[in-house]
C-alpha cells in the first residue's frame, strides 16, 4: 500500500520561510519523480515544483522561481519543499505527488500517487 505523507504546514506571516517535509512507503521511491503541488479552494491543483528520480532536475513554477526549492532523500523516501519568502498568494493546500514517468512532469494525470495535503497559511 502505497502511502505518502506531507508535514510542515501551518501558520506563517509574509516573508517567513517554511518547509514540507512527505515521506513515502509502499513505493520504491527512487524510481519515482516527486512533485509538490497546492490547491486553493475553487482552484485547480498547479504544479509548484517537481524533482527527477536523482534529483539532478527540477522544475518550479514561475511564481515560485527564486523563493522555492525542492529536494529529496532517496535514503529517507522523503521529499522536501523549502519555501522561503512567503507571501499571502502562497496560502494553499499543499500536496506531494509520485510520478512513475522518468522525466520531470507537470501534468497532474501523470502522477500515480497523492498525500493528503497539508496546510500552508500565510498572512500578510
Known amino acids: 500500500q502505497v502511502q505518502l505523507v506531507e508535514s510542515g504546514g501551518g501558520l506563517a506571516q509574509a516573508g517567513d520561510s517554511l518547509r514540507l517535509s512527505c515521506a513515502a512507503s509502499?513505493?520504491?521511491?527512487?524510481?519515482?519523480?516527486l512533485g509538490w503541488f497546492r490547491q486553493d479552494p475553487g482552484k485547480d491543483r498547479e504544479l509548484v515544483g517537481a524533482?527527477?528520480?536523482?534529483?539532478?532536475?527540477?522544475y518550479f513554477a514561475d511564481s515560485v522561481k527564486g523563493r522555492f526549492n525542492i529536494s529529496r532523500d532517496n535514503a529517507k523516501k522523503t521529499v522536501y519543499l523549502q519555501m522561503n519568502s512567503l507571501k499571502p498568494e502562497d496560502t494553499a493546500v499543499y500536496y506531494c505527488?509520485?510520478?512513475?514517468?522518468?522525466?520531470?512532469?507537470?501534468?497532474?494525470?501523470?502522477?500515480?500517487?497523492w498525500g493528503q495535503g497539508t496546510r500552508v497559511t500565510v498572512s500578510s
Open positions: 505527488g509520485a510520478s512513475p514517468y522518468p522525466s520531470v512532469t507537470s501534468v497532474r494525470s501523470q502522477y500515480a500517487y
Open positions: 509502499g513505493l520504491t521511491f527512487r524510481t519515482y519523480t
Open positions: 524533482i527527477s528520480r536523482s534529483g539532478d532536475n527540477t
